[in-house]
């Protein structure tokens, strides 16, 4: 992975992350067109490049996450993300098979677009308008509906606000419940994929994350400037969410997953993605 190609997938991250339309799935159709995706050091990226996406999230809602008298918040995004922590360790090589599967991408993401052509109509009643009044039984569940994202093409942002809205939270703390979910859930992927996880050589031995990130100036550059333009470009991607749900809800996002399904599934017929 050259630094061009590190940059044009932490935009694809950067806009991705946090829009229901997938952004392991967009990625993956990016580093695909670009043939790098079967790199074991594009798998990492794309992973570790959601620490900016994260951080985006912590200077938007800094006052938030600061705020170290809100126990119960914290509490209720470490209940939250157990789901996808216990599912990600006992299924992580399942998950990882699946990221090779443009294929599978195509069709999550023409299902997810039918989905949301749907949910504004399905959760039109909610009660539930302030952090606060999250339980924490509402907030596992939320964390469940999160897993569904372990498939390829199905949005983590998608799954926990619909997850959200499905246990009566308005769309808009349903999207910022979204946001703050993802702070611990792509942490601990992140870490995961750097500290623990064995990564292939290429020639028969395996490296730490962190030591494949540490094998070439070039990885570390790619690592280091992918992070920050996810960053920036994460941040300008929630200030859009936040204002174009409110006023429009899913359904254009609907329509687009469509779209880019089929154009997906023409290139892997055509031969362009394989």
């Not at 600061?66 to 918040?73: A, G, L, P």
């Not at 924490?136 to 998608?158: H, N, T, Y």
């Not at 994929?193 to 570390?220: F, I, P, R």
Request: hydrophobic share 55%.
């Amino acid at each position: 992975m050259n630094l061009f190609e590190a940059i044009a997938v932490a935009i694809v991250e950067g806009l991705t992350e946090f829009l229901p339309i997938s952004s392991t799935g967009h990625m993956i159709i990016a580093s695909s067109l670009m043939g790098i995706h079967k790199e074991e050091f594009t798998k990492l990226f794309e992973v570790a490049i959601q620490l900016g996406a994260i951080m985006a999230v912590v200077v938007l809602y800094w006052k938030k996450f600061i705020d170290f008298k809100s126990f119960h918040f914290y509490l209720k995004l470490v209940v939250a993300v157990i789901p996808a922590l216990l599912l990600g360790f006992l299924f992580s090589d399942k998950i990882d098979a699946m990221l090779e599967s443009p294929l599978t991408v195509a069709i999550t993401l023409l299902l997810g677009g039918l989905v949301l052509l749907y949910i504004d109509k399905a959760f039109q009643h909610p009660t539930i308008h302030e952090e606060e009044k999250i339980s924490f039984r509402r907030a596992f569940i939320i964390g469940g509906w999160q897993c569904l994202a372990m498939i390829p093409g199905v949005s983590r942002s998608a799954a926990s606000i619909i997850g959200g809205m499905q246990q009566q939270l308005s769309r808009h703390l349903a999207a910022e419940f979204s946001f703050f979910l993802a702070v611990p859930t792509m942490a601990a992927a992140t870490g995961y994929s750097l500290v623990l996880k064995d990564w292939e050589t290429g020639n028969g031995g395996v490296q730490k994350g962190y030591e494949l990130l540490m094998a070439s100036n070039e990885n570390l550059t790619a690592f280091i400037v992918g992070n920050i333009v996810a960053f920036v470009v994460a941040l300008l991607a929630i200030k859009f969410f936040i204002g174009f749900l409110q006023k429009h809800g899913f359904r254009w996002f609907g329509y687009y997953r469509i779209i880019a399904g089929i154009i997906l599934l023409l290139l892997i017929w055509t031969g362009v993605i394989h």
